[in-house]
Each structure stands twice: as C-alpha cells, then as structure tokens.
C-alpha cells in the first residue's frame, strides 16, 4: 500500500482566483502514511471532497503534487492511481449477482478466473456477504449495498487506498454500527489504507487510528482521537471535537498570574513568555475536567447556575463565571440547581492556554492553583 503525500495543494473552481477565499483548499501540506485508517472531518463546505476528489484523480489541483510511494501521480486519473472510492450512495450492478458485482473489477483487468473466484471468496467472506454471493443486487438493503461497493474496492490486491465519502449517510441507523465495526475490522485485517470523509466527530473517532481535522479549506490538525481531545491545537478543534465541545474564556495575563474571571491562577513563571506575545490569551477546559465545589477554594472560578441539562447518568451544567460561560459534565449524583452559586474546580493538568486561536505549549506544571 501505497504513501501518500499531497506538497503545496491548493485548489480554487474559480478560473481566476484571487485571493485565499476563492481556495477551496489553501495550501495543503500532508502525509498519509501506510496502512493506516484516516478521517478526514470537517464542517460543511470545510474542502474535504475537493481533498478526497484530488487524491484519487477524479479532479485535478489548481496547484501542487501528489505523490504515491514518491511517485508523481498528478496527472493521473483514478484507474491508474489504482485508487477504490465509495459514495454517499451505493454504486451496484442491479441486474447482476452480488458475486458478480464483486467480480466486475477484476473481470475487467483479465485477471484469471480462478484467481477471480479466490478473491471474490475472500471478500465475500471479510464483509459478511457470502451467503448473499448467488443473490441479485436488486432488493438488497442499503448497507448490504454498501458493503458491496466496499467489496468492489477490496477486491483488487493492488489497490493503493480505499476512499469513502460519507458511505454511512443513507444506511439505517440500526445497521450504522455493524457496517462502521465490518470498516474496521476489514482495515485491521487487510492492512489497507482507508480515507473516510465525515462530517461527524464520533464516526471519526471511532474509526480511524488518525483524524486529519479541516475548516475553511486548511487542515488544522491530525492527530489520534486522543491527541485531538486532549491536546486541540486550535480553538476550532477543542469546540469541533467533544459533547459539548471545550471551554473557552477569554483570559489575561497580570503580573504572574493568569486571569480567568474573578479567579487568579499562578503561572509558575510563564508569565513573561505570555506577556511578550500577543494578549489574545484563551483559557481551554474541556467540561469532562471540571468539578464543581460548594465553597471557593484554591484553583476554583465561582460563577452561578444558568442551565441543568439531564444526559442519563450524567449532567451538563452550564455556569456564568462573568467573562463567559462555562460548561461542567458532572455525574447525576452532584446535586446542583438553576440559580445555585457554584465554584468551578478546573484540573490543573486538563488546562489549555490559546494564544490567537493556536494553543501555547506549555509544561504540565504550568497552573498553579487560583487565589
Ligand atoms: N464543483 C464545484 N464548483 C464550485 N465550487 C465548489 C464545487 N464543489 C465544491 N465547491 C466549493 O468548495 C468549497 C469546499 O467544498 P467541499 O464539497 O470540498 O466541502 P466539504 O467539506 O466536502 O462539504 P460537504 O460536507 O458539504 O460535502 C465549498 O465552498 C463549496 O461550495
């Protein structure tokens, strides 16, 4: 399986564009590494068909290169980069049998028929379709029909990456999460490189070993989905990434201390390094690491109750702390009510510091407690 490098992407619809937001893609700089299963996720309109149409061929960038396993592949369409992709909507041969659909791609290289009969057993058997293998395409479920054009990329041994474009969209919701399982399964066992397009954080994390995150046409981070919950590098990616996303308040640096609503917390020195930038300081918290407590103690915001919201077992609460809101998932047993004034007990070890949006690398002991 193939590497693959996208070098000073950037691609526009327009003709003749002018400035960064005629981009689809602006400035593109990526690896994919081998064997590896991706997510590439963003909001609406964010660039990731226009990266996924680019990386197999269907269409060509306004600028840059593709490289497979170092090889310009550039100027070749989607057959010859050996690149399998699957839709939003199944593509299948109605009329013909589930065997035979798997079949088709080889069919169509000359590959010899016994060779053809392996692998359709193979495939059929990876994605649970054996039993189906004699059965026409027409009248099968949707995310039968899927696991058919997944089975159509599989089935050829040299193909290079497998790239879904939000294949779960017209599945059943029931039948989302065996097709997800059968995804991952099928990457672990076969090792392929897989390059799903979604919209929604949990498929993403769910499924890939990394998530390449994209908004306005950049890519803001790859990562682990633990990289990407715990260490957002962008304000984007701790409010994209997470139910609810992180917490932001804006913050300030006075003396050597960090200023967080009516809190103070130490900064064990870091301050002059903050000081010299620039002030668009943001404090990040995601809700899991908030705490709340009944009276003000050292590391705690006070703030007062302005929303309980019951998640089962349990709750997210929404406290005004003065220069923002923040959020606290807190378990059902907590007791605490609209109107309560509460102290916010932030983990030490789960702040983050944004500077301009970026997140500032800071050592663990950077936060001491509040004052
Ligand atoms: N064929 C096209 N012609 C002109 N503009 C396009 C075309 N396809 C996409 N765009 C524009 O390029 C930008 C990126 O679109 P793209 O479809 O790549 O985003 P996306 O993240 O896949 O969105 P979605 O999840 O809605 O499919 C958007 O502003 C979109 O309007």
């Keep these: 399986m193939a590497e693959i490098r996208l070098c000073k992407l950037r691609h526009s619809y327009l003709a003749n564009p002018e400035s ?85 791609p080889l069919k169509t290289r000359n590959v010899p028929v016994a060779k053809i009969r392996e692998r359709v057993g193979f495939i059929g058997e990876e994605l649970g379709l054996t039993p189906l293998l004699n059965r026409k395409a027409r009248g099968l479920s949707a995310e039968q029909k899927q ?35 059968t995804l991952k399964a099928v990457q672990l066992h076969l090792g392929v490189k897989l390059i799903y397009v979604t919209h929604d954080q949990h498929e993403a994390m769910t499924l890939a070993d990394r998530v390449v995150v994209m908004d306005n046409g950049e890519v803001v981070q790859v990562g682990s989905p633990e990289e990407l919950f715990n260490n957002p590098a962008h304000e984007f990616v701790g409010y994209f990434i997470g139910t609810p996303g992180m917490n932001f308040i804006s913050c ?60 089962g077992d349990e709750q997210i609460v929404s ?25 916010l007990a932030p983990e030490p070890g789960a702040i983050r510091l944004f500077e301009n949006r970026k997140r500032v690398d800071l050592p663990k002991s950077a936060f001491g407690g509040a004052s």
């Excluded at 300030?252 to 917390?265: A, C, I, K, N, P």
């Excluded at 620039?278 to 007062?304: C, H, M, Q, W, Y």
Aim: cysteine-free; glycine content about 10%.
């Design 20 to 104: 960064d937001d005629d981009y689809a893609l602006k400035s593109v700089d990526l690896t994919w590494e081998e064997g590896l299963a991706y997510a590439l996720l963003g909001p609406s309109g964010s660039g990731k068909t226009t990266m996924l149409n680019i990386l197999s061929g269907l269409l060509t960038a306004s600028e840059g290169k593709v490289l497979f396993d170092g090889r310009d592949v550039t100027a070749l369409d989607a057959r010859e980069r050996n690149i399998a992709q699957v839709f939003q909507f199944p593509v299948v041969y109605e009329t013909m049998t589930v065997g035979e659909n798997l079949a088709f």
């Design 252 to 311: 300030e640096v006075d003396g050597d201390d960090l200023v967080v609503g009516q809190s103070r917390f130490a900064l064990n020195g870091l301050s002059e390094r903050l000081k010299a930038g620039n002030k668009d300081l943001t404090f990040g918290i995601r809700p899991e690491f908030v705490s709340l407590r009944d009276a003000g103690a050292a590391g705690t915001i006070p703030g007062s109750v302005t929303k309980v919201e019951n998640h």
């Design 147 to 181: 696991r058919i054009s997944l089975g159509r990329g599989l089935v050829r041994e040299d193909v290079s990456a497998i790239l879904l474009d939000e294949p779960l969209t017209v599945i059943d919701p029931a039948e989302k999460m065996a097709l997800r399982r």
């Design 319 to 343: 406290v005004d702390i003065g220069p923002g809101r923040m959020l606290a998932r807190v378990h059902q047993q907590v007791r605490v009510q609209v109107g309560n004034t509460v102290h």
